[in-house]
């Protein structure tokens, strides 16, 4: 098979929701499907030993949620399929944001019977800042739900995002029926066999058919009839406003029970776009004419417990990875090779002698890789556009319990810091013995001390601060001149760069009053 039909088989997508709204059990259900495992694992299923396939922390497996994006691939009708899972919880939104950097397109789950929520409205945000296709999937048909049309409405009015349905549904909860085919022009209707099971009982239905109407009832049909009239009127699917990002296609279906995952994955695979190009500092990145690029996105440590190791993850941009190469790593400044490379199912891992642009994959990283870093083969040296980042809302002072394990301590702290989960700062003069940990979101905390003991074994103590806002210093302003303000204190990152933490809103703007040339800057990007 040549470069390019490779490069055009593959599909890079990420799924994002609110939490609980099914987006771990809908991404079972697609390996499930793609035959990448044999039983899907319920996420609330905490009783059992199964938990989410893409759930491979300990917190994830003992509450039960999503606190780190997780990397999948399948093959599926001839296309070669990478998923990104990313959190739905708002506290990690931060680790979603990277993620969606990395995807072609994204799936947007939406629980049927609450409509859009808060947090779906924040990852939309970044989807439509990168111009990505978004597809909907309205789930938990098998529930009681709002009205389809209704739910439509929600979408259109509170994204802004005009909306197609490819099928349509026969009622909720009790009374699903089954979903319209509008392409087809077809009930199909389902029989549920068992939540972590590929369903096999389906029937194929005429809408013209007498005996349709005995099957599916009067007055649903009727329903169904009415529904289609309304939607033939207005609803037409413009496959180049869904490449844009204007348009989403909306499937119905049950993630749970399997109710229309399997049309959904075969509509959205054909409608999803192969890899395009990447913009960078040399200009557009063309996935199949330039050599071996890539970037960094995620940085994770201990997925292997055993081997306590670090894992980068890349998405490969352009041409064809082998292993072993020898590539740039531009922002070390030095050529590479790229060994123990793997592809992911979760924490289980494949060795990969090949990938190409749209994969991702994870390479040992023995700690020279940052979150934005860029890989390239070209003597060019091009840098991929920058990562966003977050400045961190809630601030505390970090402090071992026991001093004897200092080394295991810093080790923790530093490795989960170079993931991007935590950002931490040093007083000014007094260097890692006191400990500032920044999050965006307080149960980042929770993960921390978490992981601090069931990773690394050290027992930590929290002492939260009432700092709030953070600016960095960019004019070449000594700390120690800076005319403060009483909520007001100086640290450093941990690349030794000075910075201020303030309790108050107003305190940035007076001290720049105060300090005439003073230039202060909230955080930005990881530059790719």
Known sequence: MSLREEIEKRRTFAIISHPDAGKTTLTEKFLLYGGAINLAGSVKGRKTARHAVSDWMEIEKERGISVTSSVLQFHYNGLCVNILDTPGHQDFSEDTYRTLMAADCAVMVIDASKGVEAQTIKLFKVCVMRHIPIFTFINKLDREAKDPFELLDDIEHVLGIATCPVNWPLGSGKNFKGIYERDRKCITTFKAEGAGQ??????????????????????????????LEMLDAVA???????????????????????FGVQTFLEHFLQMAPAPGAHNSSGGLIDPVEQPFSAFVFKIQANMNKAHRDRIAFMRICSGRYEAGMEVNHVQGGRKIRL????????????????????????????????????LCLSDEKYRFEGIPTFAPEHFARLRQVDT????????????????????IFQEMKGGMEEI?????????????????KNEYNVEAGL??????????????????????????????????????????SWSPGMVLDRNPGLKLAEFGTNQA
């Open 198 to 227: 590929r369903e096999i009982a389906t029937e194929t239905l005429d809408p013209a058919d007498p005996k349709t109407r005995e099957k599916i009832g009067g007055p649903a049909m009727d329903q169904l009839l009415d529904d």
């Open 236 to 258: 037409e699917m413009d496959e180049e406003a869904v490449a844009e990002g204007i348009l989403s296609p909306v499937f119905f279906g049950s993630a749970l029970t399997n």
């Open 339 to 374: 060994s123990q490379s793997t592809q992911m199912m979760a924490q289980e891992r494949t060795i990969v002698e090949e990938a190409y642009a749209g994969d991702i994959i994870g390479v040992f990283d023995p700690g020279v890789f940052s979150i934005g870093d860029t």
């Open 404 to 423: 004897m394990k200092r080394k295991q301590f810093l080790k923790g702290v530093s490795q989960i810091a170079q993931e991007g989960a935590i950002q």
């Open 436 to 452: 500032i940990v920044g999050v965006v979101g307080v149960l980042q905390f929770d993960v921390l001390m978490f992981r601090l």
């Open 463 to 504: 002492e939260m601060l009432p700092y709030e806002y953070i600016r960095w210093i960019v004019s070449p302003t000594a700390p120690e001149s800076i005319q403060g303000t009483s909520d007001m204190k100086r640290v450093m990152d941990l690349k030794g760069n000075p910075l201020l933490l303030f309790a108050n």
